[in-house]
T-cell receptor
Framework: DSGVTQTPKHLITATGQRVTLRCSPR?????VYWYQQSLDQGLQFLIH???????AKGNILERFSAQQFPDLHSELNLSSLELGDSALYFC???????????????FGSGTQLSVL | AQSVTQPDIHITVSEGASLELRCNYS??????LFWYVQSPGQGLQLLLK??????LVQGIKGFEAEFKRSQSSFNLRKPSVHWSDAAEYFC??????????FGAGTRLTVKP
């Protein structure tokens, strides 16, 4: 158990809908990273938040947004869903976000999103 | 931007046999390299990482990897595979700060 909690584990929805994925980092970790794992794109970095502030963006679509709350949990919002958004969405946390060379990422077990 | 290629989508080895998973990277500066393992239904777990220094890196679960700058490679090895090693393995390269790029993964099947 990595200590990172993601809910829900599975989510089935329809095209055009909006969903929210939740991530609770390990206790004390200030950074949250979001990744998308799909069959055609592989594992892609979406966005990084540190202590409530956006730190870096990767391949995140404009239909997607994220935030990190004062209690440090994070939510990834996906809107106007398309079939191609079906994927496993991971979040990971790290202690400070000082850089991947300095600290370890701990991954949650993911949210499997199916868009029908 | 950095990128990673894992040439083998699927590898099957017999239990007790040796294992080598290939990884080639592309990055202009000093690469920060990682190997992660993903078991079914689980998140990714870090096996080992290379930042600098000794080019042979030891990791958890008996894995090691060797960084070869001349070949732009960071292959993962294990001398004797156990059935519990069956999983998906990802090589990754990072810019050191936020942007970690993963390979497509190699699925390892272990035959009894």
């Amino acid at each position: 158990d990595s200590g990172v909690t993601q809910t829900p584990k599975h989510l089935i929805t329809a095209t055009g809908q909006r969903v929210t994925l939740r991530c609770s980092p390990r206790s004390g970790d200030l950074s949250v990273y979001w990744y998308q794992q799909s069959l055609d794109q592989g594992l892609q970095f979406l966005i990084h938040y540190y202590n409530g502030e956006e730190r870096a963006k990767g391949n995140i679509l404009e239909r997607f947004s994220a935030q990190q709350f004062p209690d440090l949990h994070s939510e990834l919002n996906l809107s106007s869903l398309e079939l191609g958004d079906s994927a496993l969405y991971f979040c990971a946390s790290s202690a400070t976000g000082q850089g991947l060379t300095n600290e370890k990422l701990f991954f949650g077990s993911g949210t499997q999103l199916s868009v029908l | 931007a950095q990128s990673v290629t894992q040439p083998d989508i699927h590898i099957t080895v017999s239990e007790g046999a040796s294992l080598e998973l290939r990884c080639n990277y592309s990055y202009g500066a000093t690469p920060y390299l990682f190997w992660y393992v993903q078991s079914p239904g689980q998140g990714l777990q870090l096996l080992l990482k290379y930042f600098s220094g000794d080019t042979l890196v030891q990791g958890i679960k008996g894995f090691e990897a060797e960084f070869k700058r001349s070949q732009s490679s960071f292959n993962l090895r294990k001398p004797s595979v156990h059935w519990s090693d069956a999983a998906e393995y990802f090589c990754a390269v990072a810019d050191g700060y936020n942007d970690m790029r993963f390979g497509a993964g190699t699925r390892l099947t272990v035959k009894p």
